[in-house]
C-alpha cells in the first residue's frame, strides 16, 4: 500500500464530528477560557509588552523562516490564505517588541482575543483531527515559530502545549494556542526584542539579546520538544465526507486574486497592463479621474470595483490639495495626506486571496506602514525616485543655491519614518515597473529587478518652419521652481537675447527673471508652435510630458538626466545644476533656428 492510500484509509477510521460534540466542546472551553481569565486576574508577572527601539542593533541569537503558502492543497486555498491573512494581522502586536529581563511574554496578553472585529477570518485550525475553518485559525504557525526560537535562544517555556496531531513536520518546536486558556509563555533572564516580518513566501521571526546564546531548558537545544509523529487529517474542504456537519464545498471554489491599486495611470502603465486587463483573477481599484467625477455611480465601470469605494477619499484629497495649493512648505505635505487617504481606502478593498498585487508608488509606504503587503507578491509602478533620494538630490541642490532658491528646494520633505517605510517597500518588491530612465538606474544600481517601459510618444504631427518674430522663444515646460532648474535657468539667460516663456505657475520671487523678457502662458498656449527649444533642467522631474510632446513634434528639447528620458533625436542633455553647459546648448539651438 501506497503512502497516500494509508493515509485515506487512516484518515476514514477517524470519526466524524457531531454537533453534540462541537457543543460539548464549545462548553468545557467556556469553562476554561473562565477559569484561566479569573487566575489571570492576580497575576502580574506578564502583561502586553510595547514596542520599542531598545536593542534593534543586538546580536540575532536566533531565527526561524517558515513556509506561507505551502502547508495546504490547492483546493484548500481559501483556508491557507486566511491563515496569512490572520498571520498579517497578529504580527503587529508582536514585532519589535522588548521583554524586560525576568519578565513574562505571553502569546494571548500580547495579542488579546482575535475576533473578526479585529480583522481576522477564517483560517485553518486542528480540531478534533480534522482541518476546520475558524476565526483566526492558523496562528500556531506563528506559535511555533516563537517556541523554536526561543528554545535555541535559552529562553525558559514557562508554559508550553503540544497539539493532537501535526498538519506537517517541519522540525520546529510545537507549540498551540487557544484563546485564552492553551497558552505559550516564555521567560529569560535577559533583557531580550522579538521581531516578526512576514515576507511573500515566508513566516521570519527573529530574537535579539545582547547575551550570548545558552542552552535550552531541556540541555538537547529543544529536540524533545519536537514533534515527532505526524497524523493523517481530514479536512472540512477536502474530504468526501458531505454528511458532516462543518462539510463547506463552497470553500474550495476561493482561488487566488490579483489586486490592482492604481492611483497614477499613464499612456505607458496601460500598455504595460493591457494583457491583463480582461482576466478573471484580476481586481481594480482606483480613484475617480478626469470625467468619471461628472458620470452617474451607476455608469462606473464594473471591473473597476474600487471606483465608488475611493470616492470619499478622492474627493477629500483633492479638497485638501486646492486648499494647500499656494501654501508656501504645505504643498508636499497635502500630498503626502491624500496618498495615506487613497492608501487606507485601498487596504479596505484588498481581501485575504489577494496573493499578488500591481501598486502604486504613492499608496506604497502607507500600505507598507498599514502592513497589508506581508505575505504578498507585488510590483510597483513607479514614476518617481524614492522619497529620500529626492531629498538628497535637493539638498545637495542646496548647497550651491542662493537665499531664495534654497528656500524653495527645501519644501520637499516628509517624516523620516515614512521615508524608511517606502525603501523597505520598496526593495521588497518583485519588480518596479517604470518608464523613466533615471528611476530604473537608481534601482538596477542597488540589484532590485527593473521592467522598464518605453515612453508613450503623444500623437503631434511635426512640425514645420517656425515664424521669425522677434528673438527666439525659450520654453520653460515647468512651475518656476527651484528643483525644477528656474534658478539655473535665469543665470543661463542673462545676457542672451532670447524671449523666456514659463508655462507653469509663477515664481514667488520677483527678481527670479530679473533682465530676462518673461511672458506667463499656460499649457494650452501656442508655445509648441512657437518654440525654438524646449528646455526644463530640473534636480527632480516626474512627468515629462511637455518635453515628450516637444520631441514628438520635432522640437529641440535641452533636458537633465533627472526628466527620465534616454538620448533621442532633438534631445540634449545636460548636468543638473550646471548654469554653463545649459547655457551652451540654449546658445546652440536658438542660433540654429535662427
Same mark, same amino acid.
Not at 534616454?566 to 550646471?578: Q, R
Given at each position: 500500500m501506497n503512502d497516500l492510500a494509508r493515509d485515506?484509509?487512516?484518515?476514514? +477510521?477517524?470519526?466524524?464530528?457531531?454537533?453534540?460534540?462541537?457543543?460539548?466542546?464549545? #462548553?468545557?472551553?467556556?469553562?476554561?477560557?473562565?477559569?484561566?481569565?479569573?487566575?489571570?486576574?492576580?497575576?502580574?508577572? /506578564?502583561?502586553?509588552?510595547?514596542?520599542?527601539?531598545? #536593542?534593534?542593533?543586538?546580536?540575532?541569537?536566533?531565527?526561524?523562516?517558515?513556509?506561507?503558502?505551502?502547508?495546504?492543497?490547492?483546493?484548500?486555498? @481559501?483556508?491557507?490564505?486566511g491563515k496569512v491573512h490572520n498571520l498579517r494581522v497578529a504580527l503587529r502586536a508582536f514585532d519589535g517588541v522588548v521583554v524586560p529581563a525576568g519578565a513574562t511574554l505571553s502569546f494571548w496578553r500580547q495579542l488579546g482575543r482575535p475576533t473578526a472585529l479585529r480583522g481576522f477570518v477564517r483560517g485553518r485550525e486542528l480540531r478534533g483531527g480534522c482541518i476546520v475553518p475558524v476565526v483566526a485559525g492558523g496562528l500556531c504557525q506563528l506559535s511555533n515559530a516563537l517556541a523554536d526560537v526561543a528554545a535555541r535562544a535559552g529562553i525558559a517555556f514557562v508554559e508550553r502545549h503540544a497539539h493532537s496531531a501535526r498538519v506537517g513536520d517541519d522540525g520546529a518546536i510545537d507549540a498551540t494556542v487557544f484563546w485564552n486558556y492553551v497558552d505559550l509563555r516564555l521567560r529569560a533572564a535577559h533583557a531580550w526584542r522579538l521581531e516578526v516580518q512576514l515576507g511573500a513566501d515566508a513566516l521570519v521571526v527573529r530574537v535579539r539579546a545582547d547575551m550570548p546564546v545558552r542552552a535550552a531548558p531541556d540541555d538537547d537545544g529543544g529536540a524533545s520538544? +519536537?514533534?515527532?509523529?505526524?497524523?493523517?487529517?481530514? $479536512?472540512?474542504?477536502?474530504?468526501a465526507e458531505a454528511a458532516c456537519f462543518r462539510h463547506e464545498p463552497s470553500l474550495r471554489a476561493a482561488h487566488a486574486r490579483e489586486a490592482w491599486l492604481l492611483d497614477a495611470w499613464t499612456p505607458?502603465?496601460? %500598455? =504595460?497592463?493591457?494583457?491583463?486587463?480582461?482576466?478573471?483573477?484580476?481586481?481594480?481599484?482606483?480613484?475617480?479621474t478626469g470625467a468619471q467625477w461628472r458620470q452617474p455611480w451607476r455608469s462606473q465601470p464594473r471591473t473597476w470595483v474600487g471606483a465608488r469605494a475611493l470616492r470619499a477619499a478622492s474627493l477629500r484629497r483633492l479638497a485638501w490639495l486646492r486648499w494647500n495649493a499656494h501654501a508656501q512648505g504645505r504643498r508636499q505635505a497635502a500630498?503626502?495626506?491624500?496618498?495615506?487617504?487613497?492608501?487606507?481606502?485601498?487596504?479596505?478593498?484588498?481581501?485575504?486571496?489577494h496573493d499578488r498585487l500591481v501598486l502604486a508608488q504613492g499608496a506604497?509606504?502607507?500600505?507598507?506602514?498599514?502592513?497589508?503587503?506581508?505575505?504578498?507578491?507585488?510590483?510597483?509602478?513607479?514614476?518617481?525616485?524614492?522619497?529620500?533620494?529626492?531629498?538628497?538630490?535637493?539638498? %545637495?541642490? +542646496?548647497?550651491?543655491?542662493?537665499?531664495a532658491a534654497a528656500a524653495t528646494l527645501a519644501d520637499f520633505r516628509v517624516d523620516a519614518a515614512l521615508r524608511?517605510?517606502?525603501? #523597505? @517597500?520598496?526593495?521588497? @518588491?518583485?519588480?518596479?515597473v517604470t518608464a523613466h530612465a533615471e528611476v530604473a538606474r537608481y534601482w538596477r544600481a542597488r540589484g532590485v529587478t527593473v521592467q522598464q517601459l518605453s515612453w508613450s510618444m503623444p500623437a503631434v504631427a511635426p512640425r514645420g518652419?517656425?515664424?521669425?518674430?522677434?528673438?527666439?522663444?525659450?520654453?520653460?515646460?515647468?512651475? @518656476?521652481?527651484?528643483?525644477? $532648474? %528656474?534658478?539655473?535657468?535665469?543665470?543661463?539667460?542673462?545676457?542672451?537675447?532670447?524671449?523666456?516663456? !514659463?508655462?507653469?505657475?509663477?515664481? %514667488?520671487?520677483?527678481?527670479?527673471?530679473?533682465?530676462?523678457?518673461?511672458?506667463?502662458?499656460?499649457?494650452?498656449?501656442?508655445?509648441?508652435e512657437q518654440a525654438c527649444v524646449v528646455v526644463l533642467p530640473a534636480h527632480v522631474e516626474h512627468a515629462p510630458r511637455a518635453l515628450l510632446r516637444?520631441?514628438?513634434?520635432?522640437?529641440? !528639447?535641452?533636458?537633465?538626466?533627472?526628466?527620465?528620458?534616454?538620448?533621442?533625436? /532633438? #534631445?540634449?542633455?545636460?548636468?543638473?545644476?550646471?548654469?554653463?553647459?545649459?547655457?551652451?546648448?540654449?546658445?546652440?539651438?536658438?542660433?540654429?533656428? =535662427?
Open positions: 485515506l484509509a487512516s484518515t476514514a +477510521r477517524l470519526p466524524l464530528p457531531t454537533r453534540a460534540g462541537a457543543l460539548s466542546f464549545w #462548553l468545557r472551553s467556556r469553562a476554561f477560557i473562565l477559569l484561566r481569565a479569573l487566575r489571570d486576574l492576580g497575576d502580574r508577572s /506578564h502583561r502586553r509588552w510595547p514596542r520599542g527601539h531598545a #536593542l534593534a542593533e543586538a546580536a540575532v541569537l536566533a531565527e526561524s523562516r517558515t513556509p506561507l503558502w505551502r502547508d495546504g492543497r490547492g483546493d484548500e486555498f @481559501a483556508l491557507v490564505a520538544l +519536537r514533534s515527532r509523529a505526524v497524523r493523517p487529517l481530514r $479536512g472540512c474542504l477536502t474530504c505607458e502603465f496601460a %500598455a =504595460h497592463l493591457a494583457t491583463r486587463t480582461g482576466a478573471d483573477d484580476v481586481d481594480r481599484h482606483a480613484p475617480p500630498i503626502v495626506d491624500g496618498e495615506r487617504w487613497i492608501a487606507a481606502a485601498f487596504a479596505r478593498r484588498l481581501r485575504p486571496e506604497l509606504p502607507h500600505l507598507h506602514r498599514l502592513g497589508v503587503l506581508g505575505g504578498r507578491r507585488y510590483r510597483v509602478l513607479a514614476n518617481a525616485l524614492p522619497m529620500a533620494e529626492i531629498e538628497r538630490r535637493l539638498d %545637495a541642490a +542646496r548647497r550651491g543655491a542662493g537665499e524608511e517605510a517606502e525603501q #523597505l @517597500a520598496l526593495h521588497g @518588491a518583485e519588480a518596479i518652419a517656425v515664424a521669425r518674430l522677434g528673438a527666439p522663444l525659450v520654453v520653460f515646460a515647468a512651475s @518656476a521652481l527651484a528643483r525644477k $532648474g %528656474a534658478y539655473e535657468l535665469a543665470a543661463a539667460l542673462r545676457g542672451l537675447r532670447v524671449r523666456l516663456r !514659463v508655462l507653469g505657475s509663477r515664481s %514667488a520671487d520677483a527678481t527670479l527673471w530679473q533682465g530676462i523678457e518673461v511672458e506667463h502662458a499656460g499649457y494650452a498656449s501656442d508655445w509648441l516637444a520631441l514628438a513634434a520635432g522640437v529641440p !528639447v535641452v533636458a537633465t538626466p533627472a526628466c527620465g528620458i534616454d538620448a533621442t533625436p /532633438h #534631445l540634449e542633455l545636460v548636468p543638473a545644476g550646471d548654469v554653463e553647459a545649459l547655457r551652451r546648448a540654449i546658445m546652440d539651438r536658438t542660433v540654429e533656428a =535662427h
